[in-house]
């Protein structure tokens, strides 16, 4: 829990790096097939802790590419005191604070979730549902992505898992030429492709710092590489690009207090099918943390398609706004694009035992096997084209509106 001396971190760039030296190696042989495994480290006197390792396959042609999002593990984690959001000893005011990371690196642990960061929440519920019913699957990182992006052609789609809010250009640009192709797209979580962030190397090698000075004025590349000048969020200067343009969704905000019923308004689609579900049917608890919505007056892909339209409470403002799960597919590619409003969908995944009463996941599961089944085949556009319905919820132009 302490911050060890081989890991220092120093303004202006508040990063904390560990410098340890080599204690033990082992060769990725073949036994180890692709996938995600967690390697758990015992000390001698009990103490334990995972370190993730996802091994992929570059000559894979598997159907279904799940990509792990680690970019946005690395950026919440607190190991050492210092991340991308805050400073834990901070009395500075606003937010984020002044001291806050602007470099994370991967050479450090995941200082939570045992060190396996967010995976066994976010992520483990729907691979383990996935590797149970067999199916062709990959693995791959944020960084996979990032600098292999072109293998995405051999797949025919890319899950986005439940917390997936980084992404760099190359990310972008990357999905972006895959969807012009008929790669599908499925983001399980809300806020994807919110910050823009860039890889650099550390002194281990390449690709394990990830940057964010979130103040685009603030990076050393602002006026000098604008393409690859980081920030806040992708909808604001230089880039001008925000997610809605890919996504057909909208990041507004989160609640980490309370959890929201997802509302069916669409139960005639194929996301409903075998669940008797029926238009304003509540699926309980599945709307928590982060929430996207439709926002007409962002530049949304034409077609797209509100499925479930759910009312909810922004926790830092009390403001009450629509939570919508979306579905579009491009005209041109056929690719279909899915997003399901929440951070909370994997998660909701989880059985709840004994307790039936208010349980997500048994209709959860069929929705997300629906899902995974569509989408799993090719571009979703050739059998189920989006029909647009936004407007029987919103105005044209609108920001939004409220519930």
Same mark, same amino acid.
């Given at each position: ?24 190696? *082992? ?11 967690? +390697? ?9 802790? @995972?370190?993730?390792? !996802?091994?992929? %396959? ?12 680690? *970019?946005?593990?690395?950026? *919440?984690?607190?190991?050492?005191? @210092? %991340?991308? @959001?805050?400073?834990?000893?901070? !009395? ?10 602007? =470099?994370?690196?991967? %050479? &450090? ?8 960061? !967010?995976?066994?929440?976010?992520? *483990? ?9 067999? +199916? ?5 990182? %944020? ?28 990310? &972008?640009?990357?999905?972006? &030429?895959?969807?012009?192709?008929? =790669? ?10 919110? &910050?823009?962030?860039? +890889? ?12 964010n000075y979130r103040d685009p004025t603030e990076d050393p590349l602002y006026g000098v590489d604008n393409a690859e000048v980081t920030q806040n969020w992708w909808g604001q200067p230089p880039a001008d690009a925000p997610a809605a343009q890919i996504v057909g969704d909208s990041y507004i905000g989160f609640n980490n207090t309370q959890h929201f019923p997802l509302v069916v308004t669409n139960a005639s689609s194929w996301l409903y099918a075998g669940t008797g579900l029926e238009n304003g049917s509540e699926v309980p608890n599945v709307l928590f943390t982060d929430f996207d919505g439709y926002i007409p007056a962002r530049p949304n892909p034409p077609g797209v398609e509100i499925l479930a339209h759910s009312p909810v409470t922004i926790g830092f403002s009390g403001a009450h706004y629509y939570a919508d799960t979306t579905?579009?597919?491009? #005209? ?22 004994? =307790? ?6 048994? +209709?959860?599961?069929?929705? !997300?096997?629906?899902?995974? #089944? ?30």
């Amino acid at each position: 829990g302490h911050l060890e001396p081989s890991c220092p971190a120093s303004p202006p760039l508040y990063m904390v790096q560990c410098s340890w030296g080599l204690a033990t190696q *082992f060769r990725i042989s073949p036994a180890f097939v692709q996938g995600d495994y967690l +390697l758990k480290l015992v000390a001698s006197n009990g103490a334990a802790s @995972y370190v993730p390792l !996802t091994v992929w %396959d570059p000559s894979s042609t598997a159907a279904y590419v799940v990509m792990n999002a680690v *970019f946005t593990w690395q950026v *919440f984690n607190p190991y050492g005191g @210092y %991340d991308l @959001y805050q400073q834990g000893n901070s !009395t500075a005011p606003g937010y984020p604070p002044p001291d806050r990371s602007r =470099v994370v690196s991967f %050479d &450090r642990p995941y200082g939570y979730g045992d060190g396996a960061a !967010t995976f066994l929440t976010n992520e *483990f519920p729907l691979i383990e549902l996935m590797e149970r019913h067999g +199916l062709d699957v990959t693995y791959w990182t %944020d960084i996979t992505l990032a600098t292999h992006g072109n293998l995405l052609a051999n797949h025919r789609v890319l899950l986005s898992l439940g917390h997936d809010e980084e992404w760099s250009l190359r990310m &972008r640009e990357a999905i972006q &030429r895959a969807e012009a192709h008929g =790669v599908n797209l499925v983001f399980f979580g809300a806020s994807p492709i919110l &910050r823009k962030v860039r +890889l650099a190397p550390s002194p281990l090698g390449p690709n394990l710092e990830v940057v964010n000075y979130r103040d685009p004025t603030e990076d050393p590349l602002y006026g000098v590489d604008n393409a690859e000048v980081t920030q806040n969020w992708w909808g604001q200067p230089p880039a001008d690009a925000p997610a809605a343009q890919i996504v057909g969704d909208s990041y507004i905000g989160f609640n980490n207090t309370q959890h929201f019923p997802l509302v069916v308004t669409n139960a005639s689609s194929w996301l409903y099918a075998g669940t008797g579900l029926e238009n304003g049917s509540e699926v309980p608890n599945v709307l928590f943390t982060d929430f996207d919505g439709y926002i007409p007056a962002r530049p949304n892909p034409p077609g797209v398609e509100i499925l479930a339209h759910s009312p909810v409470t922004i926790g830092f403002s009390g403001a009450h706004y629509y939570a919508d799960t979306t579905y579009v597919t491009d #005209r041109a590619s056929g690719a279909g694009i899915f997003e399901s409003g929440t951070n909370n969908w994997i998660p909701a995944l989880e059985p709840c035992g004994s =307790v039936a009463s208010g349980c997500p996941a048994p +209709l959860l599961t069929i929705m !997300t096997r629906n899902i995974l #089944r569509l989408f799993g085949q090719g571009p979703t556009g050739r059998t189920q084209p989006s029909v647009a319905n936004w407007q029987q919820f919103y105005a044209p132009g609108s920001l939004g509106a409220e519930a």
